[in-house]
């Protein structure tokens, strides 16, 4: 085994003295987003479209944890700007997308000690990591050196973690997740009977909210009622366009093998109807087939 030999590192700023530019780095960061060190992540999308708020640079993914990253990179020192974007970046996508955890991620070549201190204020209610970015050139080579100086993931669980209702009846239901969840699942169960061969009913459990024919449960999809928002599960193997799909329309989604985790929202049914009709329809094919 050859022995390890010393050699020496300049440090490189590629804001100003690198022919590297921040699109590079975008790139290379999408191409392996491991070489951040949080882990087995994945590019789920490059430069994402934020409503009035410009570009998220990258958002990763931790499939294992459920768990997406909001990055945002800029060359040379962080200033409030940069990092109130990056803030208000993790805050759109968690509110767009509550099932999962959200993580805000500051990359930059220089935190100074004033705004980590800011910083330190922010990770008390905000998930929040900030690494600082160390370019070295050694030789004809360069070298990425991504430094964690703050780490706080401590996650808010919008809405998960409440008891559901020790009941099984239409009313405990209501009494937790209130009319307008109900009203969703029962325009869902409308949009399913209209492809279902042998109409189906809601069938009221402990924990969830199943079909049934009037004889056998028929969980072939179901429902879990949370008080801002209800879990569509599809059990059925609808192919593997749908959670792409899904995503473009703005729903939710998490796949576990042919297996379906849908976020339904009461805000934004009315525009995803249309799909969500196509989507129930699917599972209902796939089963009767």
């Known amino acids: 085994?050859?022995?390890?030999?010393?050699?020496?590192?300049?440090?490189?700023?590629?804001?100003?003295?690198?022919?590297?530019?921040?699109?590079?780095?975008?790139?290379?960061?999408?191409?392996?987003?491991?070489?951040?060190?949080?882990?087995?992540?994945?590019?789920?999308?490059?430069?994402?479209?934020?409503?009035?708020?410009?570009?998220?640079?990258?958002?990763?993914?931790?499939?294992?944890?459920?768990?997406?990253?909001?990055?945002?990179?800029?060359?040379?020192?962080?200033?409030?700007?940069?990092?109130?974007?990056?803030?208000?970046?993790?805050?759109?996508?968690?509110?767009?997308?509550?099932?999962?955890?959200?993580?805000?991620?500051?990359?930059?070549?220089?935190?100074?000690?004033?705004?980590?201190?800011?910083?330190?204020?922010?990770?008390?209610?905000?998930?929040?990591?900030?690494?600082q970015l160390n370019a070295l050139k050694i030789g004809e080579h360069i070298v990425l050196d991504f430094v964690q100086v703050l780490n706080q993931t401590s996650l808010r669980r919008d809405d998960t973690t409440q008891a559901t209702p020790r009941g099984s009846t239409r009313e405990a239901w209501l009494t937790y997740a209130g009319e307008m969840i109900l009203g969703l699942i029962d325009q869902m169960l409308l949009m399913t009977n209209e492809k279902a061969t042998v109409k189906l009913q809601l069938n009221y459990l402990k924990q969830y909210i199943g079909l049934k024919d009037g004889a056998r449960s028929r969980n072939f999809i179901y429902f879990v009622p949370r008080t801002k928002f209800v879990y569509l599960q599809v059990m059925e193997d609808i192919g593997e366009s749908w959670p792409a799909r899904l995503e473009e329309a703005g729903i939710p989604v998490t796949q576990d093998g042919s297996k379906l985790q849908i976020t339904i929202e009461p805000d934004g049914f009315a525009k995803q109807e249309v799909i969500i009709r196509e989507l129930l329809h699917a599972a209902v094919a796939s089963y009767e087939a």
């Open 1 to 131: 085994m050859n022995e390890l030999k010393y050699a020496k590192h300049e440090r490189l700023w590629l804001k100003t003295d690198s022919p590297f530019n921040e699109n590079w780095l975008q790139e290379l960061i999408a191409d392996d987003p491991t070489i951040l060190g949080l882990g087995q992540l994945e590019l789920l999308q490059s430069e994402r479209t934020q409503d009035r708020a410009g570009r998220l640079d990258l958002l990763l993914v931790d499939p294992q944890k459920n768990r997406r990253y909001e990055v945002e990179i800029m060359l040379g020192a962080a200033d409030p700007s940069h990092i109130m974007r990056c803030i208000e970046y993790w805050d759109i996508e968690r509110r767009r997308y509550p099932f999962y955890d959200h993580v805000a991620v500051l990359v930059a070549e220089d935190i100074t000690g004033r705004y980590l201190n800011l910083l330190g204020l922010f990770a008390g209610s905000i998930p929040l990591i900030v690494i």
